[in-house]
């Protein structure tokens, strides 16, 4: 089962999606970073499968720079390591599962409570 989540750059904090301001929108590479960050990518065209342990991403190449990106989440692991590239690049991220922006510093109010014991897991396997 899947779910989507939109990732966006933006100047604006983003609390609710009501309140996005377009014009503090900033235009970037999504494909580029994404691309960096993760070694095994199945591409297809211009579709990308990112394949992780216990998760895939699927996302699609934009021909330009753009503010925001949807993903499609295999796998609550899928999620975790998103937010770490979110919190390394300043992105804010919409969950469609829970039909509200993650608060990406207090990630325990937004019902992942598997997330500290993932991380360690990723810091004792590196």
Do not use: C
Not at 47 to 69: Q, R
């Amino acid at each position: 089962m899947s779910w989507d989540i939109v990732l966006f750059s933006s100047e604006q904090n983003l609390v609710s999606l009501e309140n996005l301001n377009e014009d503090l929108l900033k235009p970037i590479d999504f494909d580029k970073v994404l691309k960096s960050k993760f070694k095994n990518i199945k591409k297809t065209e211009n579709h990308n499968e990112v394949i992780g342990k216990d998760f895939s991403i699927d996302f699609f190449d934009d021909e330009e720079l753009v503010s925001n990106k949807m993903l499609s989440l295999y796998g609550e692991n899928g999620l975790f390591e998103i937010i770490k590239i979110a919190k390394e690049e300043n992105w804010q991220i919409y969950d469609s599962g829970i039909d509200k922006m993650l608060n990406l510093e207090k990630l325990e109010e937004n019902g992942y409570l598997n997330f500290k014991s993932y991380l360690n897991s990723i810091i004792k396997n590196e």
